[in-house]
């Protein structure tokens, strides 16, 4: 084969070819056709054989380069495999983040740093503190300055949070014995952010003194009735993170400070439990239970937070506070003038005598614990000081009797809750020193049961649950689309979502919380994607009360049917795909249910009925819950309820009318097996009474005895039993528990769960065999006189009474094949995919927009785990991360999901890889095995000495490989590269 190239050509008289002036080609005299079919030789010159030789040389060259290319390539490419099969050796510097305590002996770090005590007699610990709600009569702004009057004339309750640090903070250097606890994160962190150097040196000398010691540690005292897991864990999280940057590890928190929550649950002691917190001191627990633990010297104990799945790991050393977190009567002196002064004589027979001996007689050991402070106390901190300073004095050295001889039978020194923990377990001496606790302390019940805050103002209670939703998604997305710069955006959305939540009441905000939340989102709404923060697909709905002015279109649907169910008697089954049957009845009302794919048959109604107060009893309002009917009577008054059936391919609806005020869709989707009761309340008339409580009751035939199960801050269920002892008053009310995600009732002879799920925290219960009901709304025109100042009457717009609208899932099974779908539906309520809009140019933006996206690697993440927490830690680093996982259920029946679970870090996500994982407590700023907690005996178990999982490893290599046992929690900080796609 010849290839020939001619730059230009000339031809002779013979026909010869010439090139160019430089030679070129040169033929014989037969003409090119010939050349070409006689396939000879041609002529080359010298000069044109240069040329082709060089070039050849570059072609061979090109090739020689693209070869070495290639298998240069292909060998970095199975290196890259290899290492992803072996453990990487990348060394990776530890960031300060979980700041070592080894060595250190500041601060909480070390317990030489408590006060020192007195063997042989009675130590009395003085605990100075504040309870500083953030945002109760007044905004946080106005508690924080001061400013404002609220509702209210007391000036004890005016606040200044600023004024009340910085006094104290002076009366602290004044004595180096004295001592001062402080709770909420929020307040503090702004106190510290106006604070001059100095004053922020004074602060770090004063906690490495362990004479200001920080409790809690959370961003709030969080509520324990109602509040959400994650959302507990979060909020302690932020305030941990703030504590980190600015005061160091030793001054982290050790010790649970709850003095003030209306009841305390087992999961959110659970979850101090495994933040490593050696303590936890509780306010509020049922007056009859108090007074039996007075008597039985029981009032500290070890509570076994989640018995049954994490066992000894969950133990918690529980003290309950004699009388609350105020200081002795007459010990409160914020009110009184300048001088104001205890009289020795005080000190000496109310103090020691009456107030010292009683308190001492409900405990165990030599040592009894006083708390010093009040609502929003201190902001004259110089009385407190100067009189506990006398009253240390005077108990130490009666003056009035026996002058100048010491008293050998009480001491008095100023503490903190952490070092009298310490304190009570170094006297502990018998094995079985403290009783064991197992279930929680709800409802809370004085003269009046505290079950009516469960249900308060419903529509706060789901708009917290989607700033919540909103946020997860926000946080991840900022992850997955390595967006540089959002870190700040992130922490301003937590705190308008925050601020706002606590000014709902007086503020309209809803087209702020619309600008906030779609910061980060700025494009043209013509698209609408939902981002779910959850780990497996979702079916929803959007609903929103944004609208837009369209031009209206006919839609056709069929089988749309308006029935009078007074009229015409009604045997309606809606079916679809043979997953559910649900039956409806002549009155218009829901009588039996049936799931086909498993065969689980029950009778069933559902119906809306109302409670009336009490008025011989007492007012009721926004705390408390004082039925006076037994049981509610249904608002239907009796009548058949008006219903008009839809039916449809996707979704059949059954709409229900029972009056005026109440109404409500049932509906079935073509894929889910829960039915959903789509509930509208609003505009109640108070008719013979000062208020009314609406109740969504279903009554079925399954025999579950005296026994129901209600969630724990929507993790574990605790069984709770019908207690017919209590008073006649109580029936109700006192046997109403905080459903935050679900409730059940089961038949075990059966082998028949009937399960339901509220789209908000709601209060519960089952006063009869088969029951289960949820209370929806509330309202009252009296106020309780617990605090409020007000009734119970929001109106709305049209002044007359709020609207608040809801859902209800139902779910009928068999007991074991309960449980995933249960908890995966609790976490689909809560965490509802977020709705954004993008704008799309071209159909084929569309179609790609369509198709669904995953940052998480198909078939890596067993279905009974959860990716709870997914965050940056820092804001100069976005390449380090806090994760955890969750087992999502207990060790019960569960068709094997109750089972460990195994998952690998290393193939969980693709936009990043991972490079380097160090697992932490729960908090995430605490190595486990540098967390020593104080050990305690009780009379069944031994508390461990670190909270560390059986199978933690220091340095973990990969595919680092996780082990999660039934409800177990673990947390990791993670370094991450991005890939370059």
């Known amino acids: 084969l010849s290839v020939t190239l001619v730059f230009g050509w000339r031809t002779g008289a013979n026909g010869e070819v010439f090139g160019s002036r430089s030679g070129g080609l040169r033929f014989s005299k037969l003409t090119i056709a010939q ?6 030789p041609l002529i080359i010159s010298r000069t044109m054989r240069m040329y082709l030789k060089r070039a050849l040389q570059w072609v061979l060259a090109i090739v020689l380069i693209q070869v070495v290319v290639y298998f240069w390539a292909v060998n970095r490419k199975g290196n890259q495999q290899k290492q992803l099969k072996q453990p990487r050796r990348t060394q990776v510097e530890p960031h300060p983040y979980v700041q070592s305590t080894r060595n250190r002996t500041d601060g909480t770090c070390s317990y030489d740093t408590c006060p020192k005590i007195e063997k042989g007699v009675l130590n009395v610990h003085l605990v100075p503190h504040s309870h500083i709600d953030v945002g109760w009569l007044k905004s946080v702004d106005e508690y924080y300055t001061g400013e404002g009057d609220g509702d209210h004339g007391n000036t004890l309750y005016a606040g200044c949070v600023r004024c009340i640090l910085n006094n104290t903070l002076q009366e602290l250097v004044k004595n180096p014995s004295r001592t001062f606890i402080f709770a909420e994160m929020k307040y503090f962190s702004r106190f510290w952010h106006e604070a001059s150097m100095a004053e922020k040196n004074t602060i770090r000398q004063l906690i490495k003194e362990r004479r200001l010691e920080i409790v809690n540690g959370g961003w709030v005292m969080s509520d324990a009735g109602v509040t959400v ?9 932020l305030g941990f993170d703030f504590i980190r940057e600015t005061l160091g590890p030793c001054a982290q928190t050790r010790t649970g400070w709850h003095v003030d929550q209306f009841g305390h649950s087992s999961e959110h002691a659970s979850i101090f439990a495994q933040m490593g917190y050696d303590s936890l001191f509780i306010g509020r627990i049922s007056d009859s239970d108090k007074e039996k633990k007075k008597l039985a010297r029981e009032l500290e104990m070890v509570w076994l937070t989640s018995d049954k799945n994490l066992g000894e790991r969950s133990a918690l050393f529980t003290h309950v506070t004699y009388d609350g977190y105020y200081a002795p009567h007459g010990y409160v002196l914020e009110n009184l003038n300048e001088n104001a002064f205890v009289s020795e004589r005080f000190i000496l027979f109310e103090l020691r005598n009456k107030l010292i001996s009683s ?50 039978d009480v001491n008095l020194i100023y503490s903190t809750p952490s070092c009298y923990a310490y304190y009570v377990n170094e006297d502990m001496k018998a094995p079985a020193l ?16 505290w079950s009516g805050f469960y249900t308060t103002r419903g529509g706060f209670k789901r708009h917290i649950w989607t700033a919540g939703q909103i946020l997860q998604s926000c946080k991840q997305l900022s992850i997955f689309s390595a967006l540089p710069g959002t870190f700040k955006r992130i922490n301003v959305l937590r705190e308008c979502i925050f601020f706002f939540s606590i000014l709902m009441k007086k503020i309209k905000l809803l087209e702020y919380r619309y600008s906030q939340y779609f910061i980060l989102l700025k494009n043209c709404p013509t698209m609408l994607i939902p981002f779910s923060p959850l780990l497996f697909c979702l079916n929803s709905c959007y609903c929103a009360n944004k609208t837009e002015c369209l031009e209206s279109k006919k839609i056709n649907y069929k089988n749309k049917t308006t029935i009078v169910s007074s009229k015409v008697v009604l045997l309606f089954y809606t079916h679809v795909k043979q997953l559910l049957n649900l039956t409806f009845d002549q009155t218009g009302l829901l009588v039996s249910m049936t799931n086909k794919a498993s065969g689980v048959q029950v009778s069933i109604s559902q119906d809306f009925a109302a409670y009336e107060p009490n008025m011989a009893e007492r007012n009721e309002g926004a705390y408390v819950f004082v039925p006076g009917t037994e049981p509610a009577q249904p608002v239907r008054s009796n009548k058949p309820v008006d219903i008009k059936v839809i039916k449809g391919d996707l979704v059949q609806e059954v709409h229900q009318t029972f009056t005026k005020s109440v109404t409500q869709v049932v509906r079935l989707y073509s894929t889910s097996k829960f039915a959903e009761f789509h509930w509208t309340v609003g505009k109640l008339t108070i008719r013979h009474s ?16 005296e026994l129901f199960y209600t969630d724990s801050n929507g993790r574990e269920m605790i069984e709770r039993r019908y207690d017919w002892e209590m008073s006649p008053s109580y029936k109700i009310s006192g046997n109403y528990f905080p459903v935050t995600s679900r409730m059940f009732i089961k038949d075990d002879a059966k082998n028949i769960q009937l399960t339901l799920l509220p789209d908000r925290p709601q209060g519960g219960s089952s006063l009869q065999q088969g029951s289960m009901e949820l209370m929806v709304h509330r309202r009252s025109v009296t106020d309780d006189g617990l605090g409020m100042q007000e009734p119970l009457n929001d109106v709305g717009s049209d002044n007359e009474g709020i609207i608040y609208t809801g859902k209800h899932y139902l779910y009928l099974d068999t007991i074991e094949n309960s449980g995933l779908p249960v908890r995966r539906k609790a976490w689909e309520t809560q965490l509802e995919p977020t709705v954004m809009f993008t704008e799309v140019k071209r159909d084929k933006e569309i179609n790609n927009s369509l198709a669904q996206v995953s940052f998480l690697n198909p078939g890596v993440m067993p279905d009974n785990v959860h990716l709870l927490t997914l965050d940056h830690i820092v804001e100069s680093d976005s390449t380090l991360l806090l ?3 969750e087992h999502a259920l207990e060790k019960e029946k569960s068709n094997g999901n109750s089972q460990e679970a195994v998952v690998e870090l290393e193939k969980l996500f693709t936009p990043f890889d991972i490079v380097s994982v160090e697992e932490t407590t729960l908090g995430g700023n605490f190595n486990p095995k540098e967390v020593e907690r104080l050990e305690w005996v009780s009379e069944k178990v031994v508390a461990p000495k670190f909270v560390g999982f059986p199978d933690f490893q220091s340095q973990m290599e990969p595919p680092f490989r996780v082990t999660l046992s039934s409800m177990a929690i673990r947390t990791f900080r993670i370094k991450i590269i991005y890939n370059k796609d």
């Open 229 to 237: 897991y994650n959302d507990i864990i979060d909020q302690h999280t």
């Open 359 to 408: 308190q001492a007689a409900a405990f165990k050991t030599r040592h009894l614990l006083v708390p010093m402070g009040s609502d929003f106390g201190y902001r004259r901190p110089d009385l407190w000081f100067k009189n506990m300073d006398e009253a240390i004095a005077q108990v130490y050295y009666p003056h009035s009797l026996n002058v100048g001889r010491k008293r050998k």
């Open 690 to 705: 000062s208020g009314i409580d609406i109740v969504s009751v279903f009554s079925s035939s399954v025999s579950n005895g």
């Open 434 to 449: 403290f009783p064991t606790k197992k279930d929680d302390f709800l409802p809370y019940v004085t003269d009046v049961v």
């Open 35 to 40: 050349h070409i079919f006689r396939f000879r």
């Open 883 to 885: 994760i955890r996982l």
